[in-house]
């Protein structure tokens, strides 16, 4: 089977991040709803340390994420969407999807520099195998035996999800309240 191309696995890197911030905002807004206290407000009014938890958090979620969709589709909603699958060569054991998983999910902590690094690994490779491909001994295919449209049901759901969860907190995402001096203000 072939390898998947870079700019396709990108675009599935891209559209699990969107989706998994959008279940991971919508768990935020599930537990407010159920008056579990979570400090959503003093995230959104810079505490810093509450920052550093909800994105370590985030980790720990996103690592759930990839974990669970691999073991159950060897494929991430993401690469359902743009046709790609992941093929373990030593078998698909716990312990190779663990470490797959959890490299991946280091990759995301520490951001893009290290994506592009984990690519450009790849490329000097001569393939497309990134960090944890190599680590996992696995490989992202062209081909996905689970259909399409389940990849964009999921990401349907997750922009609902999204779109709850804006209209809650829009005025604290974006508050673009500016007081502008009107033109003859003081002359009176």
């Not at 505490?47 to 980790?59: E, G, M, S, T």
């Not at 790609?84 to 520490?110: C, D, H, W």
């Not at 209209?167 to 673009?176: G, M, P, R, V």
């Amino acid at each position: 089977m072939n390898e998947a191309p870079m700019l396709r696995r990108m675009m599935a890197l891209f559209f699990d991040l969107l989706i998994s911030i959008s279940f991971f905002a919508g768990i935020f807004h599930l537990l407010e709803y159920l008056k579990i206290d979570v400090p959503l407000h003093s995230f959104f009014a810079g505490n810093f340390k509450i920052q550093v938890y909800a994105y370590l958090a985030f980790i720990g979620f996103y690592f759930f994420y990839e974990m669970l969709f691999t073991a159950l589709l060897q494929s991430s909603p993401g690469k359902i969407i743009v046709n790609a699958e992941v093929e373990f060569s030593r078998g698909m054991n716990f312990i190779n999807l663990f470490l797959r998983s959890l490299i991946k999910s280091i990759t995301i902590l520490l951001g893009p520099v290290i994506w592009v690094m984990s690519y450009i690994f790849a490329v000097a490779r001569g393939g497309t195998s990134v960090l944890h491909d190599a680590a996992a001994k696995t490989k992202v295919t062209n081909e996905c035996r689970c259909p399409r449209l389940f990849g964009f049901l999921i990401f349907l759901f997750a922009f609902f999800v999204a779109y709850i969860f804006y209209n809650k907190y829009q005025l604290e995402l974006f508050d673009f309240k500016i007081e502008i001096p009107g033109l003859y203000e003081g002359l009176v």
